[in-house]
């Protein structure tokens, strides 16, 4: 599985962005999906997953109730809208993939990450 993550960009405290991460190379319908973060100096922090049917969501409390995680299976493709963003979400962003449809553990797959950088 190749994942492919884009959306990123530079931002105003406030505002909401969108990330989309495409797999390919095998369908992802029955993988968890996970959302990622890493800043400069610091080391990756788990962000957000999403259930293979999209069913079941978890996120790290940084975020809950400002970014939401969702999945189009057809599309083979999972999302993470950022709303209100604050300078403390500037970081690159990965996505990954796991072949369990849900739980815990590690992810098999990741992808490059998007860089979001948020300016107060």
């Known amino acids: 599985v190749q994942l492919q993550a884009s959306g990123g960009g530079v931002v105003q405290a406030g505002d909401s962005l969108t990330l989309s991460c495409v797999a390919s190379?095998?369908?992802?319908?029955?993988?968890?999906m996970g959302w990622f973060r890493q800043a400069e100096g610091k080391e990756r922090e788990f962000v957000a997953t999403?259930?293979?049917?999209?069913?079941?969501?978890d996120y790290a409390d940084s975020v809950k109730g400002r970014f939401i995680i969702s999945r189009e299976n057809d599309k083979n493709t999972v999302y993470l809208q950022m709303n209100s963003l604050e300078p403390e979400d500037t970081a690159t962003y990965y996505c990954?993939?796991?072949?369990?449809?849900w739980g815990a553990g590690n992810y098999d797959y990741w992808g490059q990450g998007t860089l979001v950088t948020v300016s107060s």
């Open positions: 990954a993939a796991d072949q369990i449809q």
């Open positions: 999403i259930s293979w049917s999209g069913g079941s969501t």
């Open positions: 190379g095998r369908s992802i319908t029955t993988y968890r």
